[in-house]
């Protein structure tokens, strides 16, 4: 039914999702139990005919995954194992979402935590007064109202000081860096490079790199299971090309500037880096097969010159041990 014309392809993506992930189950599960049975010499006979009929189920599901286009394990194919277990792992996590609430994280008790810093410095403000209250009374007029007043401003100004600063660190946040550093050519100042970094929400990346992110997915199910972290490295770069010409005894095209990106952190919460998948053979016999067991980080480039714009995405395929590829992917 779902094949049908008239069938909308967002609904039809839908059921093969579910059935893939249950075929997964299926032969999880069933290639398991035969895999006991046959080891079992001593109840050999006892499951003989259990074992025929789970090697007919297999045999048929692998047939059926064949014909509808999902993705069967292959013993001497590395590549193709490799995508078997990453995409069974995110169709994982896409039947699993519906058991999950999303709980996103937010600072609590800021209001509350302001009122708070509020009377710590309308205390601190208090013992200031009262030291100058006990001056003025003994050398000078000094009324309890006004020390009320006083006081209690203290505790305004205090709160008004704090409130402006976070506001403004976050509207001004895209047009200062975290560091700035001079690029000199033989003790010559060529230009200037500022960098900055910070984590940010899904919301506050641009269309055009959602764009370019969500292109070329391995998997349509991709963006709607997976809670990405983005991090966000900015850098502007300003070159006086009068200067470099001039201070350059040969015809100089450009500076290449070199980013490091250390992941040994990432690493470090990662699955081991072979899986092992029982298979069964042609001759029904179960077999473990090691493997990879990859993942990817996205990384979407955007170069900024006047008004041109331009966008690059790479591809980096990870394990616990390290870096496995980088592959440039192309932009529609």
């Known amino acids: 039914i779902v094949y049908q014309p008239t069938i909308a392809d967002g609904i039809r993506n839908y059921f093969r999702y579910g059935d893939e992930f249950i075929s997964n189950m299926f032969k999880l599960y069933t290639t398991l139990i035969l895999d006991f049975m046959q080891k079992d010499a001593e109840h050999r006979e006892l499951f003989a005919a259990s074992i025929k009929r789970l090697q007919t189920e297999i045999s048929r599901e692998n047939a059926y995954r064949d014909k509808v286009g999902y993705v069967n394990l292959k013993e001497n194919d590395a590549k193709n194992n490799r995508y078997l277990i990453y995409r069974s792992g995110v169709l994982k996590k896409y039947v699993d979402s519906d ?21 710590a410095a309308g205390l601190a403000m208090m013992f200031a007064t009262v030291v100058s209250f006990f001056f003025q009374q003994k050398f000078g007029n000094f009324t309890l109202p006004f020390f009320i007043v006083l006081v209690i401003s203290y505790m305004i100004k205090d709160r008004i000081k704090e409130l402006s600063r976070y506001y403004f660190a976050h509207r001004i946040g895209n047009k200062y860096f975290d560091n700035k550093a001079e690029i000199l050519l033989n003790e010559d100042r060529i230009g200037t490079i500022k960098e900055g970094m910070d984590f940010i929400t899904h919301k506050k990346v641009p269309e055009e790199v959602k764009r370019v992110r ?69 001759d029904g016999t179960v077999v ?23 966008l690059r995405r790479f591809r980096v395929t990870l394990t616990r041990n390290g870096i496995e590829s980088i592959n440039e992917v192309e932009i529609d």
């Open 288 to 310: 473990t097969i090691p493997c990879d067991k990859i993942y990817y980080v996205n990384i979407v480039l955007q170069f900024r010159y006047e008004s041109n714009t331009t």
């Open 99 to 119: 058991l999950y609430l999303n709980v996103p994280k937010k600072k609590d008790g800021k209001l509350v935590e302001q009122l708070y810093l509020g009377i």
């Open 214 to 282: 969500y292109s070329k997915r391995l998997m349509e199910v991709e963006n709607r299971v997976t809670d990405e972290k983005v991090m966000l490295y900015r850098m502007a770069l300003h070159i006086d090309r009068v200067k470099l010409n001039n201070l350059s005894h040969y015809e100089t095209a450009g500076i290449n500037d070199i980013i490091r990106f250390n992941v040994n952190n990432l690493l470090l919460k990662m699955d081991n880096p072979k899986v092992n998948i029982r298979h069964m053979n042609d």
